[in-house]
């Protein structure tokens, strides 16, 4: 008994839902279930063609033009000081001054010695005089004309040695006075009032290193290289030096020098830019953000970032046509600048592409497109 109520039960169900299957639908559901999907609102905006520039971007470093270790060239104590860490100094400025008596006395010494020996020449020179004429007629022999003109000449010479030599001191005394022989920044003073230098001290009396212009180093791909030159052939090649945080405002400098030869562990070419740094904006060492423009293309297609999406087989966009229905079209990107991205192929200008509302459709998907708002009006207003 209890079987045939289990089957009439499982009888019962098969029977229900076969009904609920087959059962002819209502007018109203079947309208609903053949009605067609609403389109999907996305934004859109043309792609338009615009003059773009062809950029490198990368790191350098700013190294100094010129740095110079400021040495004594004689033995002496510093007698004064004229300068103090970090100063900034222009080429010829007095940096120290060392003890000058002695060469001093050493000088005037050897002017009095030049006096004399000027002195005995006159003096030889009219004995010469005097003998001449007395040996063409006879009254004197040659030997004392030969001996009065060996004193001339001996005397010439000692006036000459001695010239040499006030040269010789009075270049002495001048490097008692150490002068800046470049216009920069001081380092370090590392000697005092009173020490003693030597012209073989290790130890530099300061540093000065050139900060106006300054270098720029960084290095650029074997593949950028030939653009480079290309560019370098035709005009300057100007360069943009940002901070790594944008901590001071970009500045501007020209490409000066690439190195002669390729590093072939890296494959990349060391280059130098020369940045006027007029208000000592960058510091050797410092590293920067550089970006260097080769050269403008004046139709290039563009289109926003956010046009741009990432598949499993390249770079892709939604493309609208006319009839509204949006198709998914294969992209090779050529740059990104900014904001906008440069297409290389597979748009054209006059295309209307999908920049928002991309992840609610598909290929073939109606959509309902409005316009892109402008900076402008997308800014809340007062």
Not at 219 to 231: F, I, K, N, P
């Amino acid at each position: 008994m209890k079987r045939l109520l289990l089957a009439a039960i499982l009888l019962a169900g098969v029977v229900a839902g076969a009904y609920a299957i087959y059962a002819p639908r209502s007018d109203a559901e079947g309208r609903a279930a053949d009605a067609p999907k609403p389109a999907v609102g996305v934004v859109v905006t043309p792609v338009i063609a615009k003059a773009m520039p062809v950029q490198i971007g990368t790191i350098g470093r700013v190294q100094t033009i010129a740095s110079v270790a400021v040495k004594s060239r004689i033995d002496g104590v510093i007698s004064e000081v004229l300068v103090h860490d970090g100063q900034t100094v222009t080429a010829g400025d007095v940096l120290f001054r060392l003890d000058d008596r002695q060469p001093t006395a050493q000088l005037h010494q050897a002017q009095a010695t030049l006096a004399r020996d000027k002195a005995q020449l006159e003096n030889t020179r009219r004995d010469l005089d005097r003998l001449t004429p007395l040996q063409q007629k006879e009254y004197v022999s040659r030997q004392s004309v030969d001996t009065a003109r060996t004193n001339v000449a001996v005397q010439e010479a000692a006036v000459k040695a001695d010239e040499a030599q006030i040269e010789n001191l009075q270049a002495q005394l001048s490097y008692t006075v150490i002068k800046a022989p470049i216009s920069g920044r001081l380092g370090t003073v590392n000697f005092k009032l009173g020490s003693n230098v030597k012209a073989n001290d290790t130890t530099t009396l300061v540093t000065i290193n050139q900060i106006k212009p300054i270098y720029v180093s960084f290095s650029v791909t074997q593949g950028d290289l030939a653009e480079l030159r290309a560019a370098m052939a035709r005009e300057k090649v100007e360069v943009q030096i940002r901070g790594q945080n944008n901590e001071f405002e970009p500045l501007t400098g020209v490409v000066s020098y690439f190195d002669n030869a390729i590093d072939t562990a890296s494959n990349t070419i060391n280059v130098r830019a020369t940045v006027a740094n007029d208000k000592e904006t960058v510091w050797p060492g410092q590293f920067v953000n550089v970006l260097i423009t080769l050269r403008v293309d004046p139709n290039a297609v563009v289109v926003p970032n956010v046009a741009v999406q990432a598949g499993q087989n390249g770079n892709y966009l939604f493309v609208v046509d006319a009839n509204s229905i949006a198709h998914v079209r294969p992209v090779e990107v050529s740059r990104t600048i900014g904001n906008q991205t440069v297409i290389a192929k597979g748009v054209e200008p006059g295309d209307t592409v999908v920049t928002s509302g991309q992840l609610r459709i598909r290929d073939g998907v109606k959509v309902a497109p409005r316009p892109q708002p402008d900076a402008a009006d997308a800014q809340p207003k007062a």
